[in-house]
């Protein structure tokens, strides 16, 4: 068992949906931070791997959560040794060195939840065995908990002097909107009743048969029309055999925008493309959505993203007006998307008061999908808190909410 003089060095292992990642998080002092006033000591990420699973969920046009757990356990040995090893490439050659490093581990960490349960119980009994047989104290750590803590992951970047925090996280599986007053201290204000964000992405682009993950593919589209065509086609203009009756003739509802709570709801949106897409596919005689011409796919996203960003960023606004966060976090798969980011941001700026400011913060590009970094930073505020526990006494949770 470590002491209290030991520096903490924790060993995080993420396996919630279709990414298998495990992650080494080491407290370091940093001269920097004792000189603008913080604490010196800060959590570095010394290794970050991630195996995904995208080519196999490819072909399914979806996660198979069967294909998902089966797929984990195939990878979760390597990627620790990986992880363990700070990065090296390793074979089953390298997995005994690998095991010798978990000797400078202090803690583990692992996401117990939300997820897919066949998927979160690869990762967490690994993490258990470990914790079991090293005698390690062990850190449960919620999804959505790392997502936040993914934006604070920069050198200098520290969660510690900007609470409260309001943070929108939106992926294939979430969409949440969470206040947190400080370390450990949760509020869920609102979430999805239905699809989540990335969710409502990977369907429309299926539908237009774009593949999958959806978002980069329609963010793709949505930002052509925006370039080419939203300023330069004219009202009346003609593509093969379909009439673009006005610049942007395809609108789509904002679910539950003005509904007063913080809940969200993206299901009728996406219901109200495959509509649209069928009477498209009827007048010009298609066989199918998938045929449905480049340019207007091209608005079809677009009208679909600025759906999204218009209900993102007024839901997200409204909790900022009521609660006046100091920060503002967008994070989770879907935050790589910059056009919804900038919409958010834009808003959150517009109704500040004028004597604050508030900062909007998204995580680095490699860190706004699922990793184990995340989960590991996370857990060390846990460990700074005391908040640690041992392999028997933590579970899984597969809904588990954060509060
Ligand atoms: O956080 P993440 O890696 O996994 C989950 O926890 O779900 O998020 C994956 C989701 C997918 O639905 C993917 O389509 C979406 O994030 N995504 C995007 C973009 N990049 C990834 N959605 C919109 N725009 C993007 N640029
Ligand atoms: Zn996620």
Redesign the pocket.
């Known amino acids: 068992m470590n002491n209290k003089n030991t520096k903490i060095r924790i060993l995080a292992i993420e396996t ?2 279709d ?1 298998t990642a495990a992650a080494v998080i080491e407290e370091q002092l940093d001269g920097s931070r004792i000189k603008s006033g913080m604490t010196g000591l800060r959590p570095v990420i010394l290794s970050n791997i991630i195996s995904s699973q995208i080519d196999l969920h490819a072909q399914t046009g979806g996660v198979v959560p069967e294909v998902a757990s089966r797929a984990h356990m195939e990878a979760i040995i390597p990627v620790i040794s990986q992880a363990l090893l700070l990065g090296r490439e390793v074979g089953p050659a390298d997995y005994q060195e690998a095991i010798e490093e978990l000797s400078g581990i202090t803690h583990i960490a692992v996401t117990a939840g939300p997820g897919l349960i066949g998927s979160l119980l690869v990762g967490f009994n690994a993490a258990k065995t470990m914790a079991y047989a090293r005698g390690l104290p062990i850190i449960p750590i919620n999804h959505i908990e790392g997502h936040i803590y993914s934006a604070f992951s920069r050198e200098l970047s520290s969660a510690d002097d900007q609470f409260p925090i309001l943070a929108l996280t939106v ?4 969409t949440s909107l969470t206040l947190m007053k400080d370390h450990g201290i949760y509020e869920t204000l609102g979430q999805t009743l239905d699809d989540a964000v ?2 409502a ?2 369907k429309v682009a299926k539908l237009l048969g774009l593949g999958y ?4 593919a ?2 793709k589209l949505a930002c052509e029309f925006r370039r080419l065509g939203a300023g330069s086609r004219e009202s009346g203009e003609e593509t093969p055999n379909f009439k673009l009756q006005t610049p942007n003739s395809i609108v789509f509802p904002r679910p539950v925008m003005n509904d007063g709570t913080y809940n969200f709801s993206f299901s009728g949106l996406k219901t109200s493309v495959l509509q649209k897409t069928k009477d498209i596919v009827l007048e010009l005689n298609l066989n199918s959505p998938t045929e449905i011409p480049d340019e207007i796919k091209q608005e079809i996203a677009y009208a679909f993203e600025e759906a999204v960003a218009e209900v993102l960023a007024t839901k997200t606004a409204r909790a900022v007006k009521e609660f006046q966060p100091k920060t503002v976090v967008f994070a ?3 935050s ?2 910059q056009y ?1 980011a900038s919409q958010i941001q834009l808003k959150v700026e517009s109704i500040k008061s004028k004597d604050k400011t508030i900062q909007f913060l998204t995580p680095p590009r490699d860190m706004t ?2 990793n184990a970094a995340m989960i590991g930073l996370a857990a060390y505020h846990h460990i700074k808190q005391g908040k640690i526990s041992n392999w028997d006494e933590i579970d899984v949770d597969s809904n588990w909410e954060l509060t």
């Open positions: 919630s949906c990414e992926s294939g599986g979430h990335g969710e992405y990977d993950p959806g978002g980069p329609i963010s989770g798969g879907v790589a998307n919804l999908g699922d």
